[in-house]
Nanobody, 124 residues
Framework: QVHLVESGGGSVQAGGSLRLSCVAS????????LAWFRQASGKEREAVAI???????YLADSVKGRFTISLDNDKNTVYLQMDRLATEDTAMYYC??????????????????WGQGTQVTVSS
């Protein structure tokens, strides 16, 4: 079992920055990654970024050049640094984990564990 707790969300104006954190606890053998997804009102959950415990990271095309993901394995914490935020980044951001194949990291159904989410609101 893996328990995930997100923090760091809030309201910011377009062009601003936020840093999200997700702390994982429980059985480390039950996961090989920590990832970020987001879900805007009325839309499906979409992948944002993932950090594998082995060191690889991937970002969705929509956030490349603006967001950075980093993983502190000692602290069991993944960070999502979000810069140059835009109104379309407004969503609930969720941390996901499990044993996920890298080639399918964008698929929410591959994640067994989810946090409760943290809201990010970007205003113009």
């Amino acid at each position: 079992q893996v328990h995930l707790v997100e923090s760091g969300g809030g309201s910011v104006q377009a062009g601003g920055s936020l840093r999200l954190s997700c702390v994982a606890s429980g059985n480390r053998d039950s996961r090989n990654c920590l990832a970020w997804f987001r879900q805007a009102s009325g839309k499906e959950r979409e992948a944002v970024a993932i950090a594998f415990t082995g060191g690889s990271t991937y970002l969705a095309d929509s956030v490349k050049g603006r967001f950075t993901i980093s993983l502190d394995n000692d602290k069991n914490t993944v960070y999502l640094q979000m810069d140059r935020l835009a109104t379309e980044d407004t969503a609930m951001y969720y941390c996901g984990s499990g044993v996920v194949p890298a080639r399918n990291w964008r698929l929410p159904q591959n994640y067994r564990y989810w946090g409760q989410g943290t809201q990010v609101t970007v205003s113009s």
